[in-house]
């Protein structure tokens, strides 16, 4: 079973933010104000929730969630994505997200193979949770849509750089 005895320290940290660098790509892609920031970051912490308690969840994505209530990996997750998009203004945080998923996705690839496939759909569906937590558009939480183009152009990128043909809504399964 893929877990944290597949990866260094530094490359476990790496995995263990993936699911935050997803919601964040989204974010920074339409920012929605602070409500949809709320709602959107609410959303990625939804999705580890289940994880971690979906008997049939992804092993990797499973050993993400637990290992998060470990003081110590969340220090190193933290302190990873701190490093990792200090400096970076809001335009520039979206492509460091999508170049970070791509060089998760090629590292649990190669050091977790069985686990990769559905972990790479785990972060997918936290990416298109998190595209569909917030209105976007409109005026005082009236009109708008649930998912804005540049939202849905985010998630063709994710999906792309996590090699995985992208997915509506109605196609989000349980990885």
Known sequence: MAGKTNFT???????VASPIVAGMA???????????LIKEAMAGG???LEAKQDTAANPLAKAVAE????????????DY??????????????SRA?????????????KAADSADGFKAWLQQVAQKSAEAGTEGGFMGFGGVAVSDAEK???????AALGRSP???AGLGNP
């Open 167 to 169: 997915q509506t809504s």
């Open 9 to 15: 320290p530094e490359e476990w940290a790496r995995v």
């Open 153 to 159: 152009a985010t998630l063709a990128e994710i999906s």
């Open 81 to 94: 994505m701190q490093t990792h998009f200090k400096g970076a203004q809001l335009n520039e945080m979206k």
């Open 67 to 78: 290992d998060l209530n470990d003081a110590a990996t969340r220090t190193a997750a933290r």
């Open 26 to 36: 989204i974010t920074a892609a339409d920012p929605s104000g602070l409500w949809g």
């Open 98 to 110: 999508i170049d970070e998923l791509r060089a998760v996705a090629a590292l649990v690839d190669a």
């Open 46 to 48: 939804w999705s580890l």
